[in-house]
């Protein structure tokens, strides 16, 4: 969707800059993140610090997070071996847990993030796991009204988020 880069703040803060590349699919995935990460803050979801938008450039602004994608983890080659013990396996898999329950039932707007696998989880430095890459994400307000959907929105959408959760993605 981009390129990423590791940028330092006068302040001495990382951040993390998706430059987006100029296409009209990309800036459908840009408008996608900005309506879903710019309105949820939730510990599990990788925070959206800002954006810029000028001529053809389009940047999104996001908190760096040092150790990385859980796929460069669970698919290290032999020489850069990285090893998740199980008990910071377990955590990783009920941070995750908790922000696609989140999404999906714990705020006014429900959302699927319809992109999940380990290449969309990255790790702090505690390793507490944040989704990003909600490009594909779909946002629905909540309404009285909207009852009659919910059940087509849980049988479609919010299942293909619970068997992404599910699903070990190969190299």
């Known amino acids: 969707m981009g390129t990423m880069y590791k940028a330092t703040l006068p302040n001495g803060w990382f951040v993390a800059e998706k430059r987006m590349h100029d296409s009209r699919h990309f800036e459908e995935h840009m408008v996608s993140e900005l309506k879903t990460l ?3 803050r939730h510990n599990n979801l990788l925070p959206l610090l800002g954006f810029c938008i000028e001529s053809k450039e389009r940047l999104l602004v996001y908190k760096y997070i040092s150790n990385g994608k859980l796929f460069d983890w669970l698919h290290s080659v032999e020489a850069q071996k990285k090893i998740l013990e199980w008990p910071l396996t377990v ?6 847990a908790r922000g696609l329950a989140w999404l999906h ?3 006014n707007a429900r959302v699927v993030h319809l992109n999940i696998n ?7 430095r505690n390793f507490e796991p944040k989704l990003s890459n909600f490009g594909e994400a779909m946002l629905r307000i909540s309404t009285k009204s909207s009852r009659v959907n919910s059940d ?3 049988m479609a959408f919010v299942k293909e988020d619970v068997h992404g959760y599910g699903v070990r993605e190969s190299e």
């Open 118 to 124: 380990s290449r969309s989880i990255l790790l702090d």
């Open 91 to 96: 955590k990783i898999a009920v941070g995750v």
């Open 38 to 40: 710019g309105r949820l």
């Open 105 to 107: 039932h714990g705020y």
């Open 152 to 154: 087509f929105w849980e």
